[in-house]
């Protein structure tokens, strides 16, 4: 019914902006007092991972209880009536972008189901590569899939499984799987926690007390007072029981990790630490690798706001170049407004951006931006620059073209739609119009975010979207009649 | 009913934050193709004056329409059923603070009335400071009133005039206010915009084709793409027909000006224009005169974000302290969370406000804030950076003590909970536990929104927050018993 | 605004049904420990008064409080929280039909204004003939309107009286009026209810314990428990304070009273007391009457459910033929539904009548119905009967022709639309398809509800709808220009 | 998750009334142009045997679209919005009883999967008696479930059938299931209606143009105008494709049917046909037979309306006795209103039934209801009488006791508060305080219905609910540890 199979979470074409989105962030809470108001203010830190729904399931030692929403966190989980709703000493949540509507509603995780063996509730960062594979076989079998969430799959194969222990089942599941993934399960013996055998997706564990929390960011940890403990490892099961026991399995074997480098470039939180680093100073960072990889005299360097401000801050100082506001960003963005017929151009990107007149004027801008993904924003910032009197303006990007789709679990327009998919860097400057255009290198990248440079035959990241270097197979995608167009070289591209 | 006559728009406590609030914005525009789209994107850049309600009032030539709802502009004015529910080439808007609950939505601006001579729609940005009086005696006189709101006398009193037209009949009427006003009326004649004889509050005038329009602030302009024109001068009534002819009266003779001095510290945006000057270039000016009247050595310079920015970039510039982002702001703010009972300390700062950790460890910081209120905030913030590991925290204050109330249209805290109403500088500091902290001086503010000094005798702007110099009669006040309370010295105010 | 000024309670058609509909109910208590869920109790009594819109206004001793709502009571005042938030132990209440959506709210009653003697609410049955022409004159000193109602027409009369006390000033605001108005007021002093000089609207007053209630209705007096006292006459105010004093007045000297014959016919329920009958008697007794003045042969009497069955069961004893529920009536009516396009004909009757064809099949029908409107209805239910296969069917209508529109708060179609104003009673029989045709003669209801016959020289009841004979003035009508449309004779009319 | 597994349907209490209430409606329509709009009609007249929830799927040839909603059938499904979201030439519907609030949502029918054949969805009317028995073993295999409704249960089954038609797996299916079902299925192939082997619960097909139609009562064809062609045979399968092919099955072998008598006595509407007879002649028959079997002499025979109403009238006419309404029904039933400190007794009732006082003052009254569930109602019912004067109540029943109860698919209050499981007939008439009390006979009803006396030995109706007599194995209640208390003889059983 509406049978988008399989691919729930395919990649889509981002209406309200010019960026790459991450498409979730999950939190979990174990042998903590207030399990549920905990699991509301992680998730409400990690609330920029996913600002369409959001959902929390608890525990009280007899029953699990659900509650999910379309909308922010804010709006589902603030009031204590919510937060009584769900009584318990373990907790997890989820917060995800996903198609407006009420349809849209059994698709909010985490889901859950009663097993045989009890119940059992997941909550899922990423994307299941071969999801549309397995539910197929699934459906062949008997199942009854009430969602098209790639995180059903999981369900129907723990629930299928012929191992005897919750815990078999489950890396039974896993093994099955393909792609990218970072889980937290709860089952009435107790929280697990598991990543990818690559850790393509983030997952840190912390602790407050005698509770312990995982989270997508260490930023959640923050902001309900907990300490990080350690990143959960590539392809670890970390479990965690009632009487505090932690064990932690690797049942996959050995693989050279391969975290997602977009993380440090954008999806993170500047506070949060990811593969070890600061991800405020590996922006920085890439910002002062711009600066040298990419010199140019200038009055004054401009971030982009508000993601483009550490890269800006970091080649203002490598420069010595004043860096200074001259875009305000609306803190009131949100819906589309009706365009009136004798309004000015831009007016979308102006109720986001307005340009500072009075600083902007007669001057030679550096722009600084994370990432270009279509251009169409870039090219009215630039001209929004022009408008209020820049002399010169030069695009600074602090990441490398964006050539290619993501299938991990972040939003990507499909490939033709990617500006750096259809040209060269030439013909980019030519049509957002700037004096001049660079993108960080991918060796300057990796240098940045403390790894540099990268190696070849075995990348410390992955970098599909910049690279096309996918570490996985991608076996739904194989089976579609447009993995041409996903996949292929677009024919306007400058040789 | 619920009779808290007469003052509606009295100062209250600003739950939320620890932060003065602007309680309205106002944009109209005259002879316009699309007026309601135009108003709808122009309040919408005006959205940081008022968050809780907005409206639209349109008069197509026939008929006044009107549409009010709490809640943002983008939540009652994005659809384009909205925006086609009010036809027609004139049309103002309103933004405001208000009491949430169904009972508010009768005090939602743009108030309209039925006179008999015709309709009549007006928009309020101010205060009256005699309005309970008034309103008292038009009551007396067999006046109804259905909202609680000041901008409702005005109508009472432009309805009872014995003056023939409806521009004696307002006139008539504002010769009888005291206090802030800035007023976009409708008629079925057209539109008059009109700023109180001290200019207060702000209202400036744009032009895009064949349009008129009018603004709290130049940004609404900027983001419909029109230009602006000049300020409305105080005591000024502009007229506008459908002929787009437009005249000016003065009617209420000379007076000096005193516009708000905390437009520029704090309540417009940095890309707006005010009393003649970039509001960001202001901002940046008075961090260079703390960096002046206040130095100290410190490793970074760290803006509360984001009002503190202009002025942190300003006083780094200034002091040669590197700029760096040591508190990152959650996009995600809004109501409170339940705290959890094993959480940590000040959860409902870190949800806005968290420590950049790996920046500021180990580090001197000078934190540079717009203005200090209650100061609760003001203390979870330092103690935050302690947390983080700062070696020393020096805090310094982009605008004097506010140890006064506002009457003129901006929620102020009773004056017993203002800190610098309380006690002096060493014990504010003390209070909020910095290893310094330092105010820009009254001058040094005076000279850097390019005034100064300060004219003790006549005064440039009003700054009574600071100086409790009130530029008009407060009758409404002194004939309530709680004057003393609102500006008497209370007791425990150091000598 | 959306400017029908001065008519709001004008008859509209009747979108859903073929019925006269009564437009109001109101219900008052004081000195009642529970004063508002007695009210709410006897305003559900007087559902069927008015089924659109509901209020109610409490008073506890220091503050009065509304609550208003666009549908049934029930669905506004059942809950605790509703009932809760109006303290107090006087209350007042009203019931009304408004065009549906927002905007209508501002219509609901009792209307609430705080005059300068203190609060005043008022819940008004009726319509006010001259309120429009009072309201331009009321906006021409200088007053305000917010609703479109005849009875804030009253608040402002009473607001802007010379006189001194409370009670004078609302006389001096009734010496006004013209039309049909019953009115229950509140003051901080206590209640006030009264009828118009000639008691065209119905009003009763009961008592359980300490407490007096007032009614439109004498059931609502059943419902909560009370008992009956006596009706308030016409032209009378009645006071009651907070001591249990009540007094009476008549300050508008005698009249003969015309109270509205319709109420008999179809508006009061028959558990009700009108005019010092019962009305289920009235009906019962009108049925008889048809009998005797139209015999027929027949099978069976069948009444069109629920408003003919009384009649029914009066013909059908009087008649000696069987009583026969030969239509079934649904209880879920409401909204109209989508019509299929290979639907049958009628879906629309057929959703709230169907045809018991075991019964009426081959069979000669008596169909006793109330009253004959735009005659649509009539047509549709003989045509089912035939389609049931019935031999004959007979339709006895127990109220005379009703050929002209009610200007006194009942809902009538514009005149050209009563099928009794556009042609005499063989061709309304042909229209209806009905083998036979009959209505109750004037005389012959007079003498049902115990009267007759009619006194045409002072006649004993307000029977303007059948006889054109109104007994006030028309003031608003004849400054319209569709006067001649309201009053005049069709031009098809059969002579 | 909220476990109450395997018993959805499970009898409970009516909070709102003392009545038995049946717990679902099903209508379905194929190769009819505008099905769902006619679905949704015919639902519509089903609405008095489900009221809490309403849903309809539709198939358009490519899509399976489904709409459901708390509420009524014109709360859902009146706008021509909701019917255009679901197109096509099939759909089925369903009305339902079910626990309020979001949660029960899931549980609304029809349900609908995703099946490896293609997409299955279903309608279900009745209870599964072995329902909670094959979820578990189901469980146990793998299956997950979303709902907790038996109807789930079928579809798993269905799923993992080892049959390899979809017609073979639905009668593979069936075979397991034990109870009472009327089943409308729909499949990209076309729609299946069928019958449980005793045909407890009703189902009827019909026929308008192409279109052929199910519903579980004739009534929902006169509405969209259709004619009735037979019952669905009890065990028989009727399919019906694209091309109007239809054909019958009946896999199960012969069985004596065993239709629910209670269909007669209150479920179905008086205007229905139900196993061959008018259930208005046969409700009118057992008001013969009480008169017959219990004569009284009175002045009076009153229904309580409206189910009474019938009844009334047969015994009214047999015993020459007037029929006259001394009891008003309300039309706006529906919630419980607060109960005021100093209202009457029997508040609750009074709402909903009022006597009509000058009818009944000082007569003899012969009181007709259709049933005694607890006893609650009569009584105050008979108090009420009183009030008013009546000089004798004289208690008969249309039904015999109700003294067990049901678990066919109908809300049955649990037995030890049925008054007839704890007392026998005179200690009932004291407990209603009755002047006497009679019920019609088991062998009155069987007459009354036209079967003539009850065949002991193979009963022609299921009477479980007087006799105990329950036609099939009760699996899951014969598990439960509360089955004495559902089926043993109470202690307080008078001898």
């Known amino acids: ?39 509301a203010l992680g998730l409400h830190a990690l609330q920029h991972r996913g600002q369409e729904a959001a959902g929390i399931i608890a525990w009280d030692g007899a029953e699990f209880r659900a509650r999910r929403g379309l909308g922010h966190v804010a709006e ?11 009584p318990g000493h373990m907790a997890a949540g989820h917060v995800r972008y996903s198609t407006t509507g009420g349809a849209g509603l059994r698709n909010v995780q985490p889901l859950y189901a009663d097993l045989a063996s009890g119940g059992f ?66 089952t009435p013996e107790g929280m697990i926690a598991c990543r990818d055998p690559l850790g ?66 954008y999806f993170s939180r500047p506070d949060s630490f990811f593969a070890g680093r600061s991800v405020y100073e590996a922006r920085k960072a890439i910002g002062v690798e711009l600066a040298r990889e990419n010199p140019i005299k200038a009055d004054l360097v401009v971030p982009v706001p ?51 007149r009075s600083l ?10 994370d990432s270009i993904v279509r251009g169409t924003t870039s090219m009215q910032i630039v001209e929004m620059m022009r408008d209020a009197g820049a002399k010169e303006v030069h695009f600074r990007v602090a990441s490398p073209p964006t050539a290619h789709s993501c299938f991990y679990g972040v939003d990507t327009p ?9 040209m060269d860097v030439e013909p980019m400057r030519e049509f957002i119009k700037a004096d001049s255009l ?9 240098r940045a975010v403390g790894e540099g440079p990268r190696n070849a035959s075995c990348p410390q990241f992955c970098d599909a979207c910049f690279t096309g270097d996918y570490p996985t197979s991608l076996t739904d995608l194989s089976r579609r009649e447009d993995k041409q167009k996903q996949l292929a070289l677009p024919v306007d591209k400058v040789a």
């Open 360 to 369: 902007v004027e007669g001057k030679r801008i550096v722009l600084i931006d």
């Open 121 to 186: 509730a997941v909550a899922h960062n990423g994307n299941i590569s071969n999801a549309g594979t397995l539910r197929a076989e699934l459906v062949q079998r008997g199942a009854i899939f009430q969602s098209t969430s790639d995180t059903e799959v999981i369900i129907h194969l723990v629930a299928t499984s012929r191992y005897p222990t919750i815990m078999d089942r489950l890396i039974d599941a896993l093994r099955l799987l393909e792609g990218a993934y970072a889980l937290i399960v709860m």
């Open 306 to 356: 508000d993601s483009g401000v550490p890269a800006a801050i970091g080649y203002a100082q490598e420069a010595g170049i004043p860096f200074e506001l001259g875009i305000i960003r609306s803190h009131y963005v949100g819906r589309t407004f009706i365009q009136p017929s004798d309004g000015a151009r831009h007016a979308g990107v102006k109720r986001k951006h307005n340009a500072n």
């Open 1 to 39: 019914m509406n049978s988008d199979l399989g691919n729930c979470t395919h990649p889509f074409l981002d209406e309200d902006g010019d960026k790459l989105r991450e498409e979730c962030g999950v939190f979990g809470a174990i042998n903590a007092a207030d399990a549920t108001a905990v699991t």
């Open 414 to 422: 499909e490939r033709s739609k990617l500006l750096a998919a259809r």
């Open 76 to 86: 589902n989980f603030s009031s204590s009536e919510a937060i009584a709703e769900l």
């Open 200 to 265: 393509i997706r983030p997952l840190v564990m912390g602790k407050i007390g005698d509770a312990t929390l995982f989270a997508s960011e260490s930023v959640a940890f923050d902001v309900v007072g907990a300490e990080m403990v350690r990143e959960v490892e590539p392809g670890e099961l970390i479990r965690v029981d009632f009487d505090g026991n932690v064990d932690s399995l690797h049942p996959f074997g050995n693989h050279s990790p391969r975290p997602c480098i977009f993380e440090h470039v």
């Open 438 to 446: 660079a993108f960080v290198s991918i060796d300057g990248l990796y």
